[in-house]
């Protein structure tokens, strides 16, 4: 049982980002290279605040659980911030290396850690036997397909903002951040924390289409031609 729900759990939570990456990424040495840069500033700053969180939680009374709680919770707000910083730091970078970006493109065009959980789902055991949340898992499979959705929508959202100097959306993109991660706190009630998530990611989704250039009119014959089995044609 605990290994088919390691498989599923799995397939849910990097499945359609797996195929995503297939897609749009695999093929393309510069886009590769960009996304092992986004994902080692993504990686320093969950150290740093992770570091930060240890040290204080360890400087404090561990008997003192309000305390602790407040410990958590300002541990997750400030590994937010920590991250959309990084986030800008990241984009600052791009922009300086844009010109090699450039050149190297083909086109021409300027291009929490789970493995320990992974690891308990392997098994042996039953979820939920000794009277926790039967979904647990199931839960931090969807959780991370959205926040990993997010994330990528959220960049979008940022770097527009930071390129046509946009504050609000870098706002927008800081408060939705700290939204879902705040939601966390409501499990184990698994829809306190999905419904609104998923809430979030179809309005970043949305808001990222429009501002990439899509409208309702490329989505309908996008479609429109998938149902014709003919290929998309790009407009003038």
Known sequence: ?????????TFIAFGPVFSLFLFT??????RIIILIAGAFFWLVSLLLSSLIWFITVKASNPQDE???KGLLIFGVMFSVLLQEAFRFLYYKLL???IEGLVALSEDGCSPISIQQMAYDALGPGTTGIHGDSQLYFLTSAFMTMVLIFLHTFWGILFFHGCEHRCWWEITAVVIMHLAVSG?????PLCMGSLVPS???MATAATWAYLLSGGSAQNLRCFLLCLRSGASPQLES
């Open 198 to 200: 998923y809430l979030l």
């Open 1 to 9: 049982m605990t290994l088919a729900i390691f498989f599923g759990c």
């Open 183 to 187: 939601s966390t706190f409501c499990n």
């Open 25 to 30: 990424i695999a093929r393309y040495p510069l």
């Open 66 to 68: 309000l305390l602790q």
């Open 95 to 97: 922009r300086k290396a």
